[in-house]
């Protein structure tokens, strides 16, 4: 396998799964620590909770219409938009934290 697939791979893999409690205890703790300082972190990880409630409103449903099941793969990609940005700001901390 190449390098590009093992990253995209384990960036899949940790966001692909539903809620917080499957994300990597080192990416909650680094949230956590930033969300204080990092308005857009916060932003992103405010609407992360919002998105999935929605979500989670939609599924626990026994059906959906059309309409329904279009707003909610539209609310699923806003937040896997959101965890993929949320992604990012902690590679750039992580980056930081390596220099010397």
Sequence with gaps: MSHYFNIHFEIF????????????????????????????LKKFWDEHHELERLVDGFNRRPYLTAAETIERKRLQKLKLAGRDRMEQILAKYRQKEKMP
Excluded: H, Y
């Design 13 to 40: 893999e940790k966001f692909t799964l539903r809620g917080e409690a499957n994300m990597e205890k080192a990416d909650l703790e680094l949230i956590e620590q930033l969300t204080d300082k990092d308005p857009e």
